[in-house]
């Protein structure tokens, strides 16, 4: 066998090696019915490149940065206040700054996102229809920013 053979095959077997390493996306799920969330009826706009890590990891990389949170805020304000309250602390919704979830998979991101994108009970609709899935990372990360529950409670606070 010549060496450049061998060099190519082995170059191959690397780069194939690197295809099987990339990690594969989250699954999101209806939170009532546990359906798999179709994400192509998404509003227009949201598949940016921090919407695509937290497809790839469940975490909201939203979550520590000021300026997100801010935008999160107008957002929340528009859209949510009026069931949730201007301080999250339930209207006719439930409250979202404490550690008590109606739905426990909401203390964790992926959880959270999967309510505000697919619905829940109630009057609770799907959130696709009016916020993109990178404006829905935005209104997470200001709930997550005015949390007032017990730390240890709040699985996005866990590495």
Known sequence: MKLSTIFSVALMTVGLGGLTQAQADITLRNALTGEVLDLSFAK???NTEIFKQFMQ????PYNTDAEAVKKGESLYMTGCSGCHGHEAE???GPGLADDYW???RAASDQGLFEILFGGANGMMGPQYVNFSSDEL??????IR????GDP????WLKH
């Open 90 to 92: 339930g209207k006719l």
């Open 152 to 155: 240890k409670k709040a699985e």
């Open 57 to 60: 990891t469940g975490k909201n």
């Open 102 to 104: 109606t739905y426990p």
């Open 145 to 148: 920013h005015i949390y007032k």
């Open 137 to 142: 990372l935005h209104i997470m990360a200001f």
């Open 44 to 46: 227009k706009g949201g």
